[in-house]
């Protein structure tokens, strides 16, 4: 090796690295104000808006997900109004929220004569603009935000705490890396709300969840009633999540395979201790499950 080569060596063998990014999983409301939809939103809008992201993040979400009209952001070409989703992204910043932007670009404005350049260069120019503020996570183009994001829709005419609690849980079952959830009426009410204990246990455990991906196997099976039997796994925890989808109560037993440990389980979400039973063929566990309930269970693998 070149002498003139190996001060660069050591130099890249003892550079700092930069600080490590901690893990975060988006667990959200979508919000854009209590019955304004940005960029529509008034400055005079901005204490309650202050109050409800404050509630929204008390309650154990950890984001918003909020929209802007290509319409209203650009009535005039190259003149935008973006001000007011400025206004409640800082807001978001001060309650501790990130935040996603979606870009409705459906309602085109009625200037442009060449839609899908101008309409990209809209994109470009939101984008550009909303993510300098450190806590907006994305901004991306959509024609129909509900179909872009799935949310959990709860309230009067949609599910009720109950079912969405358990729609949370299968989709965490299925390796969603982000949730969200929409109030019926609008805004953050209090059935929406009330959701936020589920939500808080991964936003207050984020290094848990977010590494955890589906594991197949591991189910030897089910008897008493049918149930949907998920595992969930990283290098540090193993997770397993049943859910009665059924509107009554079921008793069942769950037969794991023999690698699966008989040890004692956490319960997440009353932090009380689950025994497995050792059986013939592997370990197993009793439960009855309330209906349209979930059961989350997880154990460390190695100690830290």
């Known amino acids: 090796m070149s002498p003139v080569c190996v001060p660069l060596l050591c130099w890249l063998l003892v550079a700092p690295q930069g600080p ?4 975060f999983v988006p667990i959200g409301i979508w919000y854009a104000g209590p019955g304004a939809q940005p960029p529509g939103t008034a400055a005079g809008d901005l204490d309650a808006v202050r109050v409800d ?27 935008y109004a973006l001000a007011a989703a400025e206004r409640l992204i800082a807001a978001a910043a001060q309650a501790d929220l990130r935040v996603d932007v979606l870009a409705l670009v459906d ?8 839609v899908q350049v101008d309409r990209a260069r809209f994109v470009d120019y939101a984008s550009a603009r909303l993510r300098l503020a450190t806590n907006v996570m994305s901004v991306e183009a ?10 959990i829709r709860v309230g009067k005419g949609a599910r009720t705490p109950v079912d969405a609690r358990l729609d949370f849980w299968s989709a965490i079952a299925r390796g969603a890396q982000r949730v969200m959830f929409m109030d019926a009426d609008g805004g953050a009410g209090a059935a929406v709300l009330s959701l936020g204990e589920t939500a808080g246990i991964v936003t207050r455990n984020p290094a848990l969840f977010a590494p955890l991906r589906p594991r197949e196997g591991g189910v030897r099976g089910v008897t008493g009633a049918p149930v949907d039997v998920k595992l969930l796994e990283s290098v540090d925890a193993l997770m397993i999540l049943a859910l009665n989808h059924s509107p009554a109560p079921r008793r069942v037993t ?9 040890a004692i ?3 997440l979400e009353t932090g009380t201790a689950v025994n497995f039973v050792m059986g ?18 997880m154990i460390r693998k190695r100690l830290r």
């Open 107 to 114: 309602a085109v404005p009625e200037w442009s004569s060449s």
């Open 20 to 23: 490590a990014i901690e893990p």
């Open 265 to 267: 389980w956490q319960n």
């Open 280 to 297: 013939t063929s592997g370990p197993f566990l009793e439960h009855t499950f309330a209906p349209r309930d979930a059961l989350v269970l």
């Open 254 to 262: 769950i037969e794991f395979a023999a690698d699966i440990p008989e």
């Open 53 to 79: 992201l404050a509630t929204i993040r008390r309650a154990g979400f950890n984001s918003i997900t909020t929209w802007i009209s290509w319409r209203e952001a650009e009535p005039k070409r190259g003149a």
């Open 142 to 151: 959509t024609e129909s935000p509900e179909a872009a994001s799935r949310p």
